[in-house]
């Protein structure tokens, strides 16, 4: 039996793997085992199913190569893909530059990869062209909590502090679905006499265990957060002494939200202004309160500015850094954090330092053995890194780790499109996924199970998980893939593919930064069920951010004033509705994983629509309609629910089709595309 943890979400859930007779076995230890406290024994669906790829004839066992000009495939050896693929780089790099090979990873990727990948990118390559699929998560909140705190990790309290805060408002986040071990959370604080707000264009099982749910226009909860400071601040429930002692910026924010009064945000996002009253008065009323938001409130071109706008709500009333109380955000992806903490972000080395810093490259350079004035410049976000492939001045070639983003990506159409202007498509994955299908070569890695290393929880918890079976014969770990091509490339300094070895590296280039690992051991990790951080030498780890201070120079938090102007495409006589975009429950991001577990109910793609919107356009539940949005069209079974907007429409994102749909406009800040709302038309 081995203790570890599940490998899709946030919540990282601990769970038992054991080993009986040729399968390989989830068994759950007793609903309140200290070896967990995140999920204290629960699982999902999803994590019971975990294990069901092994042995599946979908997994990939060997490099595969594609012909060109036949399109057929041929097995190679380890060593014959290795050589093609780092031949035909340092090709690429001598013709056209070091920015000619670019690196795609992933938010599932352990810290060890995710470090290496990095150091891989800016030493063997030397390219600033990297970034990854967490660019796409929580980006928008990392970039408002920087502004606002100086620092950005997800929750900066323990989940369980929910529990005891007595108004949690939750924005843009069906948990019940998309976490729902975390999902307890809510009902042991109702439990406990305290009240849950569920801010959703749609009627989610979350928003079923609401108090009170708010069902704005998509693109709307931005001016809802000015409408609600509006009105605590016309209460006088602003928390003065708080604002003198612990912030600064307020009184440009006091200014800017007095225009917006309750039946101006009802007119703007649909909300009756009685029911904004309501959620005011909850405030104005609790002693404690918890602001959180996720993807709904995040993927948006206003994404950064909507965080902040309810991270100034938080900070009015004085919550952040007191007991149960203040702002958090529910990350997505398994490791979305340490992803971005340590070297996959194009802005970004390891600590959470900036590339641009010459004190943080002047730091890692010398943990990594090499001159800082051969580290590469920030490149490209995840989108436009993609959106410049083939293109003149774009990349020739890409590395893509972790990541399925054919599926993934808005306006994926475009997407698809720029790969097949490559030189080089290369794909480290368990299975034939969407992209790997377009690849020059296919290269079959571990998943999970079959390997150890660490990865950041949803709360900054570093937890640790164990192998717990070997993998198939051919089958290699992407550690040994870095390590290989660096080796070919010549690469300088040194390239363990050892994971614990990779971890004490990447400690000492974190050491000092932000997100400081310096503290933290597999050791400890074991024996205290996962350290937060940050956690240098001396620390014990910091379950709970900003106690005394924020990260800001001047240790004080700032306000930042920020303005409504909606979504980037407005709906039209050609496009009159909002689409918007979400997971369910059985299946996970890409769905390259779950749409392979036969215990997962697939019941395939559909579109959500309200039955007054079916009626206009003449749609029957389970009949085909077409939804159009200025990028292309999706034909999917209808599914006609009274639970979403009339003036919505919804449609998941875990197969093809749905990104086809979506628009690529950016978040000027963090670069996040606005998933979560375009124009767009149905028909029957």
């Not at 057929?72 to 070091?98: F, Y």
């Not at 020059?440 to 950041?456: K, R, Y």
């Not at 000092?512 to 030498?537: H, L, M, N, Q």
């Not at 069209?633 to 749909?661: Q, S």
Request: glycine share 10%.
């Amino acid at each position: 039996m081995t203790d570890t943890h599940c490998p899709y979400c946030s919540l990282q859930c601990g769970m038992t793997l054991s080993r009986k007779g040729p399968r390989l076995e989830v068994g759950v230890r007793s609903q309140r085992n200290r070896h967990s406290p995140v999920n204290e024994g629960a699982l999902c669906r999803k994590g019971w199913t975990a294990a069901g790829l092994r042995g599946s004839r979908e997994r990939l066992t060997t490099p595969m190569v594609r012909d060109r000009t036949t399109g057929e495939w041929s097995a190679a050896t380890w060593d014959e893909a290795l050589d093609l693929i780092a031949a035909k780089l340092a090709e690429l790099r001598d013709v056209h530059g070091a920015d000619a090979n670019a690196v795609f990873g992933g938010g599932g990727l352990t810290n060890e990869k995710a470090y290496q990948l990095g150091k891989f990118a800016r030493v063997a390559l030397g390219t600033s062209q990297i970034d990854y699929n967490g660019r796409w998560c929580m980006s928008s909140a990392a970039s408002a909590g920087n502004q606002a705190f100086g620092v950005d990790r997800g929750l900066p309290f323990p989940l369980a502090d929910i529990e005891q805060t007595d108004v949690c408002v939750l924005v843009g986040s069906n948990l019940a679905e998309t976490m729902p071990p975390a999902a307890r959370h809510l009902d042991r604080l109702r439990e406990n006499g305290g009240k849950v707000v569920v801010i959703d264009p749609r009627l989610t099982p979350t928003g079923e265990r609401a108090d009170l749910f708010l069902q704005p226009v998509p693109g709307t909860d931005l001016p809802l957060a000015l409408g609600v400071l509006h009105l605590l601040d016309a209460a006088g429930a602003v928390d003065e002494d708080y604002i003198a002692e612990r912030t600064t910026g307020f009184q440009d924010v006091r200014r800017s939200v007095a225009a917006w009064w309750p039946e101006m945000v009802e007119r703007v996002s649909g909300v009756e202004a009685a029911q904004l009253r309501e959620l005011a008065s909850l405030l104005v009323n609790a002693e404690k309160v918890m602001v959180l938001t996720a993807r709904g409130a995040e993927q948006h071109a206003q994404g950064t500015a909507t965080v902040l706008a309810w991270l100034n709500v938080a900070l009015a009333l004085g919550m952040p850094g007191r007991p149960f109380s203040g702002y958090g955000c529910l990350t997505g992806q398994g490791n979305g954090q340490g992803g971005r903490e340590h070297g996959q972000k194009a802005d970004q080395l390891p600590g959470y330092r900036m590339i641009d810093d010459p004190a943080a490259r002047v730091h890692v350079a010398g943990v990594w053995g090499i001159d800082p004035e051969t580290l590469p410049g920030k490149g490209r976000s995840a989108y436009e890194l993609l959106d410049a492939l083939g293109t003149p001045d774009g990349p020739k070639s890409l590395l893509v780790f972790g990541s399925n983003i054919v599926v993934s990506a808005p306006n994926a159409s475009n997407v698809v499109s720029r790969l097949a202007d490559l030189d080089l498509l290369v794909v480290a994955d368990m299975v034939m996924s969407e992209t790997a299908a377009l690849a020059d070569v296919v290269l079959p890695v571990t998943q999970w199970a079959e390997e150890t290393g660490t990865m950041t929880n949803l709360e900054g918890r570093v937890i640790l998980r164990n192998q717990a079976i070997s993998a198939p014969d051919g089958v290699r770990n992407d550690l040994d893939i870095i390590t290989g091509l660096a080796n070919r490339l010549g690469a300088a300094s040194t390239w363990s593919t050892d994971p614990e070895e990779i971890f004490t590296e990447l400690r000492a280039a974190s050491k000092g930064g932000k997100a400081d690992y310096s503290g933290i051991t597999y050791d400890r990790i074991r024996d205290e069920d996962g350290v937060f951080w940050p956690c240098p030498e001396e620390s014990e780890g910091t379950p709970r951010l900003f106690v005394d201070s924020f990260f800001h120079p001047d240790g004080r938090a700032r306000f930042v004033d920020v303005a409504h102007s909606g979504p980037a495409e407005a709906p039209s006589a050609d496009f009159p509705l909002h689409l918007t975009t979400g997971r369910v429950l059985a299946q996970y991001q890409s769905g390259a994983q779950t749409r392979r577990m036969k215990e997962l109910p697939d019941e395939g793609i559909f579109v959500e629509l309200h039955p007054l919107l079916a009626d206009r356009v003449g749609a029957h539940d389970g009949d085909p309609v077409v939804v159009r949005t200025a990028r292309g069209e999706l034909k999917a079974p209808a599914r006609i629910v009274t639970t979403i907007r009339p003036d919505t429409v919804f449609v998941p994102f875990h197969w093809v089709g749905a990104n086809r749909l979506t628009n690529d406009a950016l978040d000027p800040s963090s670069r996040m595309p606005e998933f979560k709302v375009c124009a767009a038309a149905v028909t029957a």
